[in-house]
């Protein structure tokens, strides 16, 4: 369906069932809009009926209507602007979704939580998605968070290297592969690792997937049993805690402070944890580096109680004013006790889908099993290609050349920032990464969150990484993505929102 059909569709008649005994109308007209924007039956940019048409065509109250369209666009899933009406997002909230048509379905016919049934099913039913289960399409929303730009990768050489691997003399590859990953690859990533991030590792020791995710998922499974502590940035990275409680683990929320996780408190707290995550490069999403003192605490403790660092290399090449910071895995005794992972979705394009992990000699087997159980191996045809990519040097280079166009974003968005934004939003120096958190001067979280949604545009409240901790309102704001040209337009756009007295749009009547 077209949007221009989706939009003459939900102007007309919009079918939304009947309404629910024991549900009051709000709450059913609520649910069944939202529905009908994950189940796809209302599209990105659709077009809805104003309030008072569809009070009319559901004998209901117009205040009733409108509270379920607001209660629609502050959440993100709506937004109304004046003069054209209330529409569906084009890109859906990460912040406030709460589960797919599917899962929905499976739980409203499972078990209850006293009967039978698998922990994944009890644990991800409250739980909030950590990741868009139905992205928009096209380029992100200004200032939206974790974006590469992929208008910079060179597509032209990436259709080139293809084209080496799709001969007739070379169909093997087309066949079952290892399910550690292409040797080759293996071997271009441990090159990489040595001369980038200071780590010496066999190829034997990396194992190719489709994410850290997995990797963190798979380390769950091997090291963690249902119930036993792991200990957990806060503020941290959602899909890392997802993960965690998805597993059953019992997530120890350890604070930071300017020197990154406080490892003293996670002794104290939870001493005998199975496994600690840590983003020691750049911590996602504050920023700062771990010390070299909580460093050697960390891998002391790991040490002492036999138990894993998962380093999530987060960010770790998009350093603008200094050199990388060393992985914690190359430091002296961590070999046996860290594991390393990393992704290419940040520095070439997000679906590439493939990571990596460097790990300890006794895990090597295991992951590699579990790795095959679960999911096969990834994709050896990109696999292949990427290995040329590294090989050739093409890799190396297009990092650099981001690096500069990411610095450039960066001092261009601190500039903006200066001239736009004063008394609404304090933006640090930004000498690293994808993004950076803002903090508000004059509005809460929410109100900020949904004035900018309303404008079209994207930042991730702080609390969003939160569980325990309290923080000043702060927003996550990502410039990498955008050109100087769009993060000025942008940075317009946000004071305009900020300023404006009038509450946040609601829906057209």
């Known amino acids: 369906m077209t949007e221009a059909s989706s939009t003459r ?17 709000q709450r059913w007209l609520y649910r069944s809009l939202r529905q009908a924007i994950l189940d796809g039956r209302l599209l990105e940019g659709a077009l809805l009926p104003g309030t008072r048409a569809l009070a009319q065509q559901y004998a209901m109250a117009r205040g009733t209507v409108q509270l379920a369209y607001d209660q629609l666009l502050s959440e993100g899933y709506l937004q109304a602007r004046r003069g054209s009406g209330t529409r569906v997002s084009r890109v859906l909230p ?30 991800l039913g409250d739980q909030a998605p950590a990741f868009p289960l139905r992205p928009g399409s096209g380029l992100p929303p200004t200032f939206h968070p974790h974006r590469c730009d992929v208008r910079g990768f060179p597509i032209d050489l990436w259709r080139r290297l293809h084209g080496r691997h799709l001969r007739s003399s070379k169909l093997a590859i087309l066949s079952e592969n290892e399910a550690a990953g292409l040797a080759a690859l293996r071997v271009a990533i441990a090159h990489h690792l040595d001369l980038a991030r200071g780590v010496s590792v066999s190829p ?27 200990w957990m940035e806060d503020p941290g990275y959602p899909g890392a805690r997802q993960a965690m409680l998805a597993h059953g683990a019992r997530v120890v929320d350890v604070a930071l402070d300017g020197d990154g996780m406080q490892v003293h408190q996670a002794l104290v707290d939870a001493p005998d944890a199975r496994l600690a995550y840590v983003t020691p490069a750049r911590q996602a999403p504050l920023g700062m580096a771990l010390s070299p003192e909580r460093r050697l605490a960390l891998l002391r403790w790991a040490r002492e109680r036999g138990a894993i660092v998962f380093e999530d290399d987060y960010d770790s090449e998009y350093r603008f004013s200094a050199k990388p910071v060393p992985a914690l895995r190359s430091m002296e005794g961590a070999e046996s006790h860290v594991v390393l992972a990393g992704t290419f979705s940040k520095l070439l394009f997000p679906a590439i889908r493939l990571a990596f992990v460097a790990l300890p000699w006794q895990l090597v087997d295991p992951f590699i099993r579990a790795a095959s159980l679960a999911a096969r191996n990834a994709n050896a045809l990109s696999q292949a290609v990427l290995a040329d990519f590294i090989d050739d040097g093409h890799f190396d280079r297009h990092v650099r050349r981001m690096r500069r166009v990411y610095a450039g974003r960066a001092a261009a968005f601190e500039e903006a920032a200066q001239c736009h934004w004063q008394g609404l939003i304090e933006v640090p120096p930004v000498t690293a990464g994808l993004d950076v958190v803002t903090r508000l001067v004059a509005h809460e979280e929410r109100d900020a969150w949904q004035r900018l949604n309303a404008a079209g545009l994207t930042a991730f409240p702080l609390a969003r990484y939160c569980a325990q901790a309290t923080l000043p309102p702060s927003l996550v704001m990502g410039f990498a993505a955008f050109d100087e040209a769009a993060i000025e337009q942008g940075a317009k756009a946000v004071a305009a929102a900020l300023r404006d007295r009038r509450q946040v749009p609601s829906a057209a009547g």
């Open 9 to 25: 569709s939900s102007r007309g008649a919009l079918a939304l069932g009947d309404p629910v005994a024991g549900e009051t109308l």
């Open 94 to 123: 990460d912040t406030s979704l709460q589960a797919g048509p599917a899962l929905v379905r499976v739980l409203d016919q499972a078990p209850s939580m006293s009967e039978p049934g698998g922990p994944w099913l009890r644990n």
């Open 204 to 230: 034997d020791q990396i194992v190719v997937l489709g994410s850290v995710q997995q990797a963190l998922d798979i380390c769950l499974r091997l090291l963690v049993a249902p119930g036993e502590a792991v």
